[in-house]
């Protein structure tokens, strides 16, 4: 049976799954739209309202509203209310529609540590600068309750890896020594709130990054599968901790039709793997066997090491052709 026959909803991330800086990732929009599974998007980029998230879903030919999208900016304005009174004064630093969702909740936005903020939100936006982030170091100093949205230390484009909220949130926790509270993912908040929302009872949570994408859907207990096309790539997933690992592995979403027990971690395409004191060997592979089947292969013996293999070693012609490119 094929790994979407076997749930009932997909939990999908965006940035690096979906779409790369906006751009369509290839095959996804047609996967999505086949799949006839009812999705949300759960993100960790709190820049956008999820009004304006939908927008650009549909301007990629994807059928959704604001109520598909979850961000963690709505999960930070969420955990704020187990923090802070009703109507308290709150700090943003990041997007105004990171602002209007504070409004929207029944609290009162600032934007001076003057004011004595009960708490500071921060989430990622490209304007946050010099000024917002010393207004909410001065503010946390006082004794403001510090909660970010997430702790993305990076967020795919399309020219790369660039700066994320959790690079960001690092500059006001060096300089106050305090850690925020994380609303977003690796917390399972975001994918419990999401699955609720969609009445699943057996949801695929979907992401790249394993981290936040898996390790957040690992820790709401759900069934995870990651793709290729975002942040963690081959080698990550070789070294992944126990809380890291993805249940499935496929080279984009498009695999999830394929028969699950191919999605496994686990001996295909002729591929054998085998330990070697401290390194990890691959040996064989049929004549038409591919990349992904040689890093399932190897994934299930990596995994059974009691720490990371030290070098990855290509034994036959073969594996050596298919993991040139493993990174």
């Known amino acids: 049976m094929s790994l979407i026959k076997q749930h009932d909803a997909l939990l999908l991330d965006l940035d690096g799954t979906v779409w790369e800086g906006g751009r369509a990732i290839d095959g996804a ?20 309202a999820p009004e304006i998230v939908a927008e650009k879903l549909s301007a990629i030919a994807l059928k959704a509203t604001a109520d598909d999208v979850l961000t963690s900016a709505q999960a930070a304005v969420t955990l704020a209310g187990e923090h802070v009174s009703p109507g308290a004064k709150i700090l943003v630093i990041g997007a105004d529609s990171f602002r209007d969702l504070v409004r929207d909740g029944g609290y ?19 304007s946050v600068g010099w000024e917002q982030l010393t207004e909410g170091a001065l503010a946390i100093r006082q004794g403001a309750v510090y909660i970010a949205s997430n702790l993305d230390t990076s967020l ?3 020219r790369g890896l660039a700066v994320g ?21 690796p917390e399972p908040a975001m994918f419990v709130q ?31 599968f990651h793709v290729l096309t975002g942040v963690s790539h081959e080698i990550a997933l070789l070294e992944a901790d126990v809380e890291h690992r993805p249940n499935f592995i496929g080279e984009s979403l498009a695999d999830m039709a394929r028969n699950a027990n ?9 591929f054998t793997a085998r330990v070697d004191g401290l390194d990890l060997l691959i040996d064989n592979g049929d004549a038409d066997a591919t990349s992904i089947q040689a890093l399932r292969t190897a994934l299930e013996v990596a995994w059974s090491m009691s720490k990371p293999p030290r070098y990855i070693q290509p034994v036959s012609d073969k594996a050596k052709e298919v993991i040139q490119g493993w990174r």
Request: glycine share 10%.
């Open 29 to 48: 929009v047609d996967f999505i739209n086949s799949c006839a599974l009812p999705s949300i998007y759960v993100t960790n980029n709190a820049s956008r």
């Open 108 to 126: 009162t936005v600032v934007s001076s540590a003057d004011d004595q903020p009960a708490a500071v939100l921060q989430g990622f936006d490209p």
């Open 156 to 158: 795919p484009t399309e």
């Open 165 to 185: 909220n959790g690079s960001l949130v690092a500059a006001v926790q060096t300089a106050t020594e305090v850690a925020p509270v994380s609303a977003g993912k």
């Open 194 to 224: 999401a699955a609720h929302r969609l009445g699943s009872t057996k949801p695929l949570v979907v992401g790249d990054r394993l981290d936040t994408d898996i390790a957040g859907g690992n820790a709401a207990a759900m069934t995870t």
């Open 262 to 270: 191919e999605l496994r971690p686990g001996p295909q395409g002729g």
